[in-house]
């Protein structure tokens, strides 16, 4: 019972090299998120998906992209990466538990951009 | 504007006291749901508690419980007997369409 995978869990950059941020889930959600995380500033939404070969921008979407091209994953890519976007990144999926919106996490990835 | 304000950046307790954590909250939603979660320093997002908008009572799991203000648009969370793997950030917020965060309180336990 993996729950949300995410890989890789750290990973340090230059600025202008690019990347990809894996989340692969093996709970068949539907929904799926990705978030940056900062220091007093809680949890941010970058990009989400409602669905295999959807996505949508949430609140802080600039110089990301995503891909839902099978159910299960959901992929982030920064194109050309920039200090700002030093953070910690979380991967959730989104299922309905006694009729309420429950987020899964994963572990976590803490990208460093030099 | 749908906003969580959590006005407790920092706050310790000592082990086996009590402890409230303070959240408060802004929507035009009729329909959500108030969680809190937890972010130990395996960073690990784990939900301790939920509540749903349309009911008063108050949710209860085990030593942690809500009060649940609607008018106020408040829902503080309390940790009873405080033990030291409380230790973490709390993230408070909302879900409707789409789910909102605080910015979190991060909580220490005392020995």
């Known amino acids: 019972n993996a729950g949300v995978t995410q890989t890789p869990k750290f990973r340090v950059l230059k600025t202008g090299q690019s990347m990809t941020l894996l989340c692969a889930q093996d709970m068949n959600h539907e929904y799926m998120y990705w978030y940056r995380q900062d220091p007093g500033m809680g949890l941010r939404l970058i990009h989400y998906?409602?669905?295999?070969?959807?996505?949508a921008k949430g609140e802080v979407p600039d110089g990301y992209n995503v891909s839902r091209l099978k159910k299960q994953n959901f992929l982030l890519g920064l194109e050309s990466a920039a200090p700002s976007q030093t953070s910690v990144y979380f991967c959730a999926s989104r299922q309905l538990v006694s009729g309420a919106n429950v987020l899964t996490f994963g572990a976590g990835s803490r990208l460093t951009v030099l | 504007a749908q906003t969580v304000t959590q006005s407790q950046p920092e706050m310790s307790v000592q082990e086996a006291e009590t402890v409230t954590l303070s959240c408060t909250y802004d929507?035009?939603?009729?329909?959500?749901?108030l969680f809190w979660y937890k972010q130990p320093p395996s960073r690990q997002m784990i939900l301790v508690i939920r509540?749903?908008?349309?009911?008063?009572q108050n949710a209860t799991e085990n030593r942690f419980s809500v009060n649940f203000q609607k008018a106020a648009k408040s829902f503080s969370l309390k940790i009873s007997d405080s033990q030291l793997g409380d230790t973490a950030m709390y993230f408070c917020?909302?879900?409707?369409?789409?789910?909102?965060f605080g910015t979190g309180t991060s909580l220490t336990v005392i020995p």
């Open positions: 929507t035009s939603e009729s329909n959500y749901y």
């Open positions: 998906s409602v669905g295999e070969g959807t996505t």
């Open positions: 509540q749903e908008a349309y009911k008063q």
């Open positions: 917020g909302y879900t409707g369409n789409q789910f909102y």
